[in-house]
């Protein structure tokens, strides 16, 4: 690589990672849609800025772009996904950056989204513009796992949040379980809800929690008002639940909150991608329900919560499943750790 084009690839990675801390803003409010940001440089300059803050709402290029103003002419536009080539609730971004008069669009990767696809890169290439695509993708597609995996293969990406002891028990014989981890760890539960299109749990969790599920955090960066609400499922199998504004319980009063009789989980996940458009899920719930999931491989991501306390051979444990054999286990690979307070998180992704 010469001295020039090195120079040019440290520079791309430094203005897309500007552009990736432009979408980072949209994180919690965009679903559907992903989260997508955009920078506007001349001549080594940020001229403009800007992301996409929720569906139905300009695109990222369209606030960077009226950010830059006249100074957009000339400029190389860095944007966190491929510029839509569609006219869906917005038009297309690729002509609003061809009338622009950018001279260069570099992308971090395409839009599998099949309305776009890379129309939107052949759409500025057409228009004489230098397309480069594969910077940071790795980082920006960290952002948007959800849609851009349904998008590719029509299921959604699953989380399953376990909070547990250090002897691996999510709560006592009784099912008293308030509280193993600390505040710190629920607060970081808040952030992965607030990611999710929809949280699954179970009959069970109902019955003995009575939870709300619902994103109530002030440390998101943007109000939680702004979230938009996860739809709740229950897994209710053995229809233990009637739902009625008169329930006992609280999620079962929510008139939105989908009961799914059936035991074919991957044909609720399909489901949910296609008729609720849910693209992040998040599975909170007790052993079993943890335990189907992972033993029919439905698990993108485990996220544990570790507690250093014990609570003893009697106490629950967290995934209901039953190995014959050391062949038959379930394997992880780490991907990240971090301290919490006083707990652990484990970021885990199955083998
Ligand atoms: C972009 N820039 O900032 C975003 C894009 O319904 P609409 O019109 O908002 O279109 C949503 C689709 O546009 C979405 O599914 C994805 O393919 C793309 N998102 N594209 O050029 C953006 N958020
Ligand atoms: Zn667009």
Not at 23 to 39: D, F, H, I, S
């Amino acid at each position: 690589m010469s001295n020039s084009n090195h120079t040019q690839a440290a520079q791309d990675r430094y203005f897309m990672m500007l552009a990736i801390e432009q979408a980072k803003q949209g994180l919690y409010t965009t679903r559907p849609n992903p989260a997508v940001g955009c920078v506007i440089v001349q001549a080594g300059m940020v001229v403009g800025q800007g992301f996409h803050p929720k569906a139905g709402q300009p695109h990222a290029e369209v606030f960077a772009l009226k950010d830059a103003g006249a100074q957009a002419v000339g400029a190389t536009a860095y944007v966190t996904l491929e510029p839509c080539s569609h006219t869906g609730r917005t038009p297309p971004c690729a002509l609003g950056l061809i009338e622009a008069g950018v001279q260069r669009v570099v992308i971090a990767g395409l839009d599998p989204n099949p309305q776009v696809a890379g129309r939107g890169v052949q759409l500025l290439e057409q228009a004489g513009i230098d397309v480069t695509v594969g910077v940071l993708t790795e980082q920006a597609e960290a952002l948007n796992r959800g849609f851009l995996k349904a998008m590719r293969t029509q299921m959604p990406y699953v989380r399953l949040k376990i909070a547990t002891s250090l002897d691996g028990r999510t709560a006592m014989a009784t099912g008293e379980s308030k509280w193993i981890t600390s505040v710190a760890a629920r607060e970081d539960v808040q952030k992965l809800r607030a990611l999710s299109g929809a949280i699954i749990t179970g009959s069970e969790t109902i019955v003995t929690d009575d939870p709300q599920l619902n994103v109530r955090s002030t440390q998101l960066g943007v109000p939680a008002e702004q979230v938009p609400t996860p739809k709740v499922v229950v897994l209710d199998r053995r229809q233990r639940l009637a739902h009625n504004a008169q329930s006992e319980y609280q999620l079962c009063r929510r008139a939105d909150t989908l009961y799914w009789r059936k035991d074919d989980l991957a044909e609720l996940l399909r489901h949910l991608v296609s008729e609720h458009q849910c693209y992040d899920v998040l599975v909170e719930a007790g052993a079993s329900v943890a335990g189907s999931f992972l033993c029919q491989q439905l698990v993108d991501e485990l996220i544990v919560y570790q507690a250093p306390c014990l609570l003893g051979a009697a106490a629950q444990p967290m995934v209901n499943f039953h190995p014959l054999s050391l062949s038959e286990q379930l394997r992880f690979k780490v991907s990240s750790h971090e301290q919490l307070g006083p707990d652990l998180k484990l970021t885990l992704y199955p083998l």
